[in-house]
């Protein structure tokens, strides 16, 4: 049988054809699908430049679900969701990401450190404990033992705390020897008296000029009944730390009178006064003066000074006046005034508190309170 060449002649030209029309119908859906995907994301950040998350992440979702290969797209959901307390979800965007196998690797890190302030976020501490100890010699370790010593502190594991603030001095990332004393701080004041002399003495090594050692020390050295070694501790501190002394003086005259030092005492703390007059320091002066009219003298003096409410109100307690049926009244008023003046504030977030915190209950910031009373700020 003879083969006709005509339908050669004629089926190349409609192949051809044929072959460039799904090559313009395949161009057409590709260029249809960038256009989706780069429109749904730039629609998703008008959103959240507009505060409106639920908008975005509908947005983020669908160029997602347009291009599931874009890793960004997925940070940005995933961080959207953290942002709204939506935890869990924002944990399956980052375990996603972990999960594929064609993730550089510095995608990888940065979706492990994602994961971990997910599990940080929803209070998750153990897991959040666990991611963040991955992302060790990677470019976020620094901030990992960041929020590593936020957790340790957070549920008071000083010994962990210690070893990740020494890795971050180590790193360069600044000078944790006032944290490091703290740490030993805290641990002795669960440990025995033996030992919590030793963890004290160890804290002062550490951190020489740091006041809250020695006050800790003096305070076990007094209850072991050594006011001798007290007074000591407390005179060699007002040398080291005089910015401290506002908060030695009530235990250094309680020292100094059980170890029959009022003389020396007095020395200290007046010279402290004459340099920077503190309410606390003026307290130790009166309790140490033996004569009560010359101790009474100290709250004129100090009013000739600076005004104070606080002073005015411990004048005013022992005098005698003209209508004495209206004493209690008015020093009554008065003391109900004095009172929020006697209060510590932190400096980071003006947090209030009658005692002073060397951990400010309100931000967790360490020396945050200052060693003066809110009256004197």
């Given at each position: 049988m003879d083969f006709d060449l005509s339908w050669v002649l004629w089926g190349l030209p409609i192949a051809f054809v044929?072959?460039?029309?799904?090559?313009?119908?395949?161009?057409?859906?590709?260029?249809?699908?960038?256009?989706?995907?780069?429109?749904?994301?730039?629609?998703?950040?008008?959103?959240?430049?507009?505060?409106?998350?639920?908008?975005?992440?509908?947005?983020?979702?669908?160029?997602?679900?347009?291009?599931?290969?874009?890793?960004?797209?997925?940070?940005?959901?995933?961080?959207?969701?953290?942002?709204?307390?939506?935890?869990?979800?924002?944990?399956?965007?980052?375990?996603?990401?972990?999960?594929?196998?064609?993730?550089?690797?510095?995608?990888?890190?940065?979706?492990?450190?994602?994961?971990?302030?997910?599990?940080?976020?929803?209070?998750?501490l153990d897991r959040a404990e666990e991611a963040l100890r991955k992302l060790e010699g990677t470019a976020y370790e620094g901030q990992a033992l960041l929020a590593l010593l936020a957790i340790y502190e957070r549920s008071r594991d000083w010994a962990q705390a210690s070893e990740i603030a020494q890795k971050l001095e180590d790193s360069g990332q600044g000078n944790f020897s006032g944290r490091q004393a703290h740490y030993l701080c805290e641990q002795a004041v669960i440990a025995t008296p033996q030992d919590a002399e030793k963890l004290l003495r160890q804290a002062m090594q550490v951190a020489p000029n740091a006041a809250r050692p020695g006050i800790d020390l003096a305070a076990l050295q007094r209850r072991a009944g050594d006011a001798d070694a007290a007074f000591k501790t407390l005179s060699g501190l007002a040398e080291s730390a005089p910015a401290a002394i506002p908060l030695i003086a009530r235990p250094l005259t309680d020292a100094a009178i059980a170890g029959g030092r009022p003389a020396q005492a007095m020395e200290i703390l007046n010279a402290s006064y004459q340099l920077s007059p503190s309410l606390d320091v003026l307290e130790g002066i009166v309790a140490l003066e033996p004569d009560a009219q010359l101790a009474r003298q100290w709250y004129?003096?100090?009013?000739?000074?600076?005004?104070?409410?606080?002073?005015?109100?411990?004048?005013?307690?022992?005098?005698?006046?003209?209508?004495?049926?209206?004493?209690?009244?008015?020093?009554?008023?008065?003391?109900?005034?004095?009172?929020?003046?006697?209060?510590?504030?932190?400096?980071?977030?003006?947090?209030?508190?009658?005692?002073?915190?060397?951990?400010?209950?309100?931000?967790?910031?360490?020396?945050?309170?200052?060693?003066?009373?809110?009256?004197?700020?």
């Amino acid at each position: 049988m003879d083969f006709d060449l005509s339908w050669v002649l004629w089926g190349l030209p409609i192949a051809f054809v044929l072959g460039w029309l799904a090559s313009r119908l395949d161009l057409r859906q590709m260029r249809i699908e960038n256009r989706q995907a780069p429109k749904a994301y730039f629609r998703g950040l008008n959103f959240l430049l507009n505060e409106q998350q639920d908008q975005a992440i509908d947005a983020f979702i669908e160029a997602v679900q347009n291009d599931p290969d874009t890793s960004e797209l997925h940070f940005a959901l995933g961080n959207l969701f953290r942002r709204r307390g939506e935890y869990e979800r924002a944990v399956r965007v980052h375990e996603h990401l972990l999960s594929r196998g064609d993730l550089g690797r510095a995608d990888r890190h940065r979706a492990q450190h994602a994961l971990a302030l997910d599990f940080l976020k929803a209070g998750l501490l153990d897991r959040a404990e666990e991611a963040l100890r991955k992302l060790e010699g990677t470019a976020y370790e620094g901030q990992a033992l960041l929020a590593l010593l936020a957790i340790y502190e957070r549920s008071r594991d000083w010994a962990q705390a210690s070893e990740i603030a020494q890795k971050l001095e180590d790193s360069g990332q600044g000078n944790f020897s006032g944290r490091q004393a703290h740490y030993l701080c805290e641990q002795a004041v669960i440990a025995t008296p033996q030992d919590a002399e030793k963890l004290l003495r160890q804290a002062m090594q550490v951190a020489p000029n740091a006041a809250r050692p020695g006050i800790d020390l003096a305070a076990l050295q007094r209850r072991a009944g050594d006011a001798d070694a007290a007074f000591k501790t407390l005179s060699g501190l007002a040398e080291s730390a005089p910015a401290a002394i506002p908060l030695i003086a009530r235990p250094l005259t309680d020292a100094a009178i059980a170890g029959g030092r009022p003389a020396q005492a007095m020395e200290i703390l007046n010279a402290s006064y004459q340099l920077s007059p503190s309410l606390d320091v003026l307290e130790g002066i009166v309790a140490l003066e033996p004569d009560a009219q010359l101790a009474r003298q100290w709250y004129v003096k100090h009013l000739e000074r600076e005004p104070s409410l606080v002073a005015a109100s411990k004048w005013l307690a022992g005098e005698k006046l003209e209508h004495e049926q209206f004493h209690p009244l008015l020093q009554g008023a008065v003391d109900h005034a004095v009172k929020p003046l006697t209060r510590y504030r932190c400096a980071a977030c003006g947090f209030e508190a009658k005692q002073h915190f060397w951990h400010c209950p309100g931000c967790q910031a360490w020396d945050s309170y200052p060693a003066r009373r809110v009256e004197e700020l």
